[in-house]
């Protein structure tokens, strides 16, 4: 699986907008890019995904460069709830037989300030 | 739907002691990853079972099994404690291999 990079930490005042970049130029034509966030000393949490198309759903919405080297995900209105480690992940998707784990990386540190 | 169900939350263990831990899928998931989360190594990937067959298997030593059933609920064993164990166990499950992963709240494990 390719490999992501991810900034340490970040912050975003909450009511705004939280844009977490995540670097993966190595990736493949047929992986795809998720993203997990893990609250403090919970089990990580399933946001989006997606190939190549920008994606949207009530979490969060994905935007994929048109070379797909590079992605942002983006929390429209943040709320302090959404203070969590975020952890971008580029995996093959497939639908049977043996599939390839999560790796996880170190991940960005969001906090949402008030 | 009920979400991903882990058992115990928290355990504590002897060195030399086994532990069994157990995961319960969301109802109609076949699939089902554990994961090994410390401090210093982050969040580690130990085995998927499908179909109640172990698919894929992380770096782990012999010490760390696990085992699927038919109704997809699955249990992780591991063999003689060591106090590097200690860690919060992760499991997920998924439709299929490598469709979205809906993880559980995970079992605390401490080793003294």
């Known amino acids: 699986d390719a490999k992501t990079t991810q900034p340490t930490s970040m912050d975003c005042a909450e009511g705004r907008a939280a844009n977490l970049p995540c670097n993966h130029s190595t990736i493949s034509g047929n992986e795809y890019v998720y993203w997990y966030r893990q609250i403090h000393s919970q089990g990580p949490q399933y946001i989006i995904h997606g190939l190549k198309n920008n994606e949207t759903n009530e979490m969060a919405s994905l935007i994929i460069t048109e070379d797909r080297k590079s992605s942002t995900l983006i929390l429209p209105h943040a709320t302090l709830r959404d203070t969590a480690v975020y952890y971008c992940i580029v995996r093959v998707k497939v639908s049977s037989g043996s599939a390839r784990q999560l790796t996880f990386g170190s991940g960005t540190q969001l906090t949402v300030l008030p | ?112």
């Not at chain 2, 532990?19 to 899928?25: E, I, Q, R």
């Not at chain 2, 990937?45 to 770096?59: A, C, D, M, V």
């Not at chain 2, 038919?70 to 064993?77: F, G, H, L, P, T």
């Open chain 2, 1 to 112: 739907k009920a979400g991903v169900t882990q058992t115990p939350r928290y355990l504590i263990k002897t060195r030399g002691q086994q532990v069994t831990l157990s995961c319960s899928p969301i109802s109609g998931h076949r699939s089902v990853s554990w994961y090994q989360q410390t401090p210093g190594q982050g969040l580690q990937f130990l085995f998927e079972y499908f179909s109640e067959t172990q698919r894929n298997k992380g770096n782990f030593p012999g010490r760390f099994s696990g085992r699927q059933f038919s109704n997809s609920r699955s249990e992780m064993n591991v063999s003689t404690l060591e106090l590097g164990d200690s860690a919060l166990y992760l499991c997920a499950s998924s439709e299929g291999p490598g469709t979205e992963a809906f993880f559980g709240q995970g079992t605390r494990l401490t080793v003294v």
